[in-house]
Structures are given as C-alpha cells and as structure tokens.
C-alpha cells in the first residue's frame, strides 16, 4: 500500500536534515547531542545512514572517514557501527579489519548471548551484527546459526529465551534468519505474536500485554511483519504517532515525550518510508 506523503514532509525531511548535520563534530564524527558529546561510532553510522535514507549530502565526508579509521575495534558493536558507516561512505574495507572480524566469526561469539535482555535490545543483537557485516563483506556464516535461533522460537510465534517471546528478539531472529537466506515460510505463528503487538491507535509494543507503544518496538514490528511479507494493519494512525514523536530540533523520540536521538531518528524515517512517506 502507498500512503500519499502529507505536504509537511519536504519541510520535515529540511529539519531532520539540519538536526543531523548540526550535530557533526569539529573531527568529523557526529554526537547526537549537540555541543556537549564526543563524537562515536554509532552516532556516526546513524548520521550517515539517516543522511543516506533522506538522499542528503555528507558534510567533510573525509573528516568522517579518518574519525572511522581511528575507532578501536575492540567489540562486535564498534565493528559493526564502524564498517558499516565506511559501506555507506563508499569506502572499502580494510584486510586488517576483516581478519578481525573473521576471527569474531572463528572464536563464535557472535551467537550472542541467551542472558542478556534490555527493553531496547536482545540477546540476539550481536548474532544479528555479526551476520550483516558477514552478509556485507560475502563472508560465510557457519549453517549451525539459524538452527540455534530456531531453537529460540516459542509457543507463541515470537522468540526469546526461557520461552518469553518479546519483539526485539523476535525482529532479530528472523532478521537474521532472513540475511542466512533461511525460509521464512513457516512462520506463521510469528506474524500471530507481531500483530498481539500491534496497536490500533498506532505503533508495536515489546509484548502483547504492553499498552504503550515506543519507538524501537514499533520499527522492529513493521520491519518483521515486512521480511514475513505482512504489512501493517494500521498504517495511518502508526504514521501519526511516529510524527507525534518529532521534536522541535528535527530528531525523533522514543516516544512523544522523550529527548531525540540519531537511532530514534533513523527508525522513524525507515518506518515512514516503509509505510509509504518519504
């Protein structure tokens, strides 16, 4: 389906734009708070990538890629964030940093951890980075990875360990599961768990029982029903509350009360564009 963008979004896309570009440092690398944060690599790779969604220039685009180059590489995070910001610069990956991140695939830590849970991420957060910057760099993946997410899969469709489903967990499961090119065809019990948390007055919350929907959750919701080839059931009123979580300096909130980050911002935009504004 595709919803005719309001008049508003040429101004809108103007204001995220200035947000994001406003919040670039003297080094080159970007802070989503302005003046008062040292530049990082997420906040780089989420500038970059809200640039790149919005068909923006980079602004000292060398800048940037030396900030980049001088990142340590000590976690599957900043290795994540890193390469992928150097992908979207147009750069080439060094050979240094794909021995690191061959002996990340040899070492299998990037199966993540089944203990770790936070409302914002998920104990298959690593295994999913891990198989993007794989799937990027046409590395292989050992084939024993989606049997153990598939391991992970509840009565309920969704996915978490100790046989509490929750969206994020889900979302990066069948991400993942979607990059190993594993078929998705059964999962029908799956798009069943998304849509209990799926709201009608807009937006997905982390499980069923939720009331209140928030930003990740809902970007993590319309990005699974779509790898499954579903579509939201309510679109307008999801695109009204995203608009609700803009704040007055461009960037987005987790909610409509919160401060505006470049990862809020990014997943605002991915869900607008997929709804069918932008």
Same mark, same amino acid.
């Given at each position: 389906?595709?919803?005719? #963008? ?11 734009? /200035?947000?994001?570009?406003? =919040? ?22 989420? +500038? ?29 995070? %900043?290795?994540? !964030?890193?390469?992928? #910001? ?7 990956? *060094? ?24 409302? &914002?991420? @998920? ?37 978490? *360990?100790?046989? =509490? %489903? ?5 979302? !990066? ?7 190993? $090119?594993? @078929? ?7 798009? $069943? ?12 919350? &982390? ?6 929907? !928030? ?17 939201? =059931? ?7 509350? &995203?608009?609700?979580?803009? /704040? ?5 909130? =987790?909610?409509?009360? +919160? ?8 997943? #605002? ?10």
């Amino acid at each position: 389906m595709f919803i005719e #963008a309001k008049p508003r979004n040429h101004t809108m896309k103007s204001k995220i734009i /200035n947000y994001v570009v406003n =919040r670039q440092n003297d080094d080159g690398g970007y802070a989503f708070c302005q003046g008062s944060l040292e530049s990082n690599a997420q906040d780089t790779y989420y +500038g970059l990538a809200i640039l790149n969604a919005l068909n923006a220039k980079f602004p000292n685009p060398e800048r940037t890629e030396q900030f980049l180059k001088e990142n340590r590489l000590n976690s599957i995070y %900043s290795i994540y !964030y890193v390469t992928k #910001a150097l992908l979207i610069l147009g750069k080439d990956i *060094t050979p240094a940093l794909k021995n690191q991140i061959r002996s990340l695939f040899d070492s299998r830590q990037y199966f993540g951890s089944t203990n770790f849970f936070s409302e &914002v991420s @998920s104990e298959f957060t690593t295994t999913y980075m891990a198989i993007e910057v794989a799937t990027l760099l046409k590395m292989n993946v050992n084939s024993e990875v989606a049997e153990w997410l598939l391991r992970f899969r509840n009565k309920d469709g969704g996915f978490g *360990t100790d046989g =509490r %489903s929750n969206i994020n967990s889900t979302y !990066y499961a069948v991400a993942s599961l979607a990059l190993l $090119k594993k @078929s998705l065809n059964g999962l029908h019990e799956t798009v $069943k768990f998304l849509r209990q948390c799926e709201k009608p007055y807009g937006g997905f919350t &982390v499980i069923p029982i939720n009331s209140t929907p !928030y930003m990740e959750h809902t970007f993590y919701g319309i990005m699974s029903l779509d790898l499954l080839n579903e579509k939201s =059931r309510y679109p307008f009123q999801t695109i009204e509350w &995203v608009w609700r979580c803009q /704040n007055k300096n461009g960037g987005f909130a =987790r909610s409509d009360l +919160g401060i505006s980050t470049f990862a809020d911002t990014y997943n #605002a935009i991915k869900i607008l564009q997929k709804l069918g504004q932008f």
